[in-house]
């Protein structure tokens, strides 16, 4: 067995190839508010960029959150304060409201795993109230729709990522929904070595996926911000128009239906998530794990992706004074569900999973 990270390429240039009659958003979007980045962290520099923000300003993000958001703001000398997630993954607008001050000048509200935020309507009235921009940080939530609305219209600058709901070598977009924004000047060009390696990566990938052999260890990333903004890949621009989204979106429902149906409501690993509403097109299937380093070692083992979510706290951020967040770090397990993953798979995976994790509850 071998389930990468992404779904492998092949798997969206193989039978399932057409060119599609009408794009998601945001790609359905007027140009002039959409500019097409390699990377999520580039489109978020972007945005942080389009602000005109600077030392004196601060930002709201919240607690549980991947370290590499704060990067575009910290490099501006911005000042970073946190607001508290519950244990559920949603963002406490009450937390939020006694964070903010004067110096607030934009917050960043964050769609976990694909779930859009129940309370993303709420956000947005403080954020005109108060005159806060209101940044979306949609890189998990390419394809979800709350209400039959595309996650990503409520916010001010919206960021998307195509790379990891599709596992096309790279892509993300920032979408401007505010009149008056514009795009940063910032220097913008392809960053070719990176985007040659991840082509290769996801090629290899999916050779390793047919034979069922892996994985190797090597994937370029990104261990710093360029002093550019890496463009997308001609590449992904090709096949952006040439993929069933509709088909991507089934397959991860699908798959995380499966996930449901094997993993119980209680016990060693369980799911963060009890039901899978209507709309929502998962990243991954997020499940709480009591030893998740075990869970992750042992998927791993057996050839699949498995990955802790950003395992600790962001610097600055107090356990104590985020506990729900903290809580989160400790314990959700990120598992596949993306569109090269079959049912067979998980059904061994889930087995694995219960049986390992039963006999080192037992154990212990």
């Avoid at 489109?43 to 919240?62: C, F, H, K, Q, S």
């Avoid at 390419?142 to 409520?154: I, K, Q």
Wanted: glycine fraction near 6%; hydrophobic fraction near 40%.
């Amino acid at each position: 067995m071998y389930i990468p990270r992404y779904c492998p390429i092949d798997r969206l240039v193989s039978d399932r190839v057409r060119r599609t009659r009408s794009m998601p958003y945001p790609l359905d979007e007027c140009p002039s508010k959409l500019r097409f980045y390699s990377h999520a962290r580039y489109a978020l520099d972007g945005a942080v960029a389009a602000l005109e923000l600077g030392p004196g300003d601060t930002v709201l993000l919240p607690a549980f959150v991947c370290p590499v958001v704060a990067t575009p703001f910290r490099a501006r000398n911005i000042t970073v304060r946190f607001f508290e997630v519950s244990s559920r993954g949603t963002a406490l607008i009450e937390d939020a409201i006694r964070k903010a001050d004067a110096s607030t000048k934009a917050l960043v509200l964050v769609d976990y795993f694909g779930f859009p935020q129940p309370s993303q309507e709420e956000f947005g009235q403080f954020c005109t109230e108060r005159g806060i921009w209101l940044i979306r940080n949609c890189a998990h939530a390419f394809l979800s729709t709350l209400d039959n609305t595309p996650v990503g219209v409520v916010g001010d600058l919206v960021v998307f990522s195509f790379r990891k709901t599709l596992g096309v070598p790279d892509g993300a977009a920032l979408v401007l929904n505010r009149p008056g924004l514009t795009l940063s000047s910032h220097a913008y060009r392809y960053d070719v070595c990176w985007q040659l390696g991840g082509t290769t990566a996801r090629l290899v990938q999916a050779v390793q996926s047919r034979l069922g052999v892996g994985p190797i260890k090597w994937e370029p990333r990104l261990s710093s911000f360029r002093p550019f903004h890496s463009a997308m890949s001609p590449l992904t621009r090709a096949l952006l128009p040439r993929i069933d989204f509709q088909w991507v979106a089934d397959q991860r429902r699908a798959n995380f239906a499966a996930w449901l149906g094997l993993l119980g409501s209680s016990g060693p690993c369980r799911p963060l998530h009890g039901s899978l509403p209507e709309g929502v097109v998962p990243l991954v299937f997020p499940a709480v794990v009591d030893d998740p380093d075990l869970a992750v070692t042992v998927l791993r083992r057996a050839g699949s992706y498995a990955a802790r979510m950003w395992r600790s706290l962001p610097d600055s951020a107090s356990r104590v004074e985020f506990p729900e967040a903290a809580w989160l770090a400790d314990r959700v397990v990120a598992l596949p569900v993306h569109q090269g993953v079959s049912p067979r798979q998980i059904d061994a995976l889930a087995s694995l999973l219960r049986d390992r994790l039963g006999r080192s509850d037992r154990d212990g």
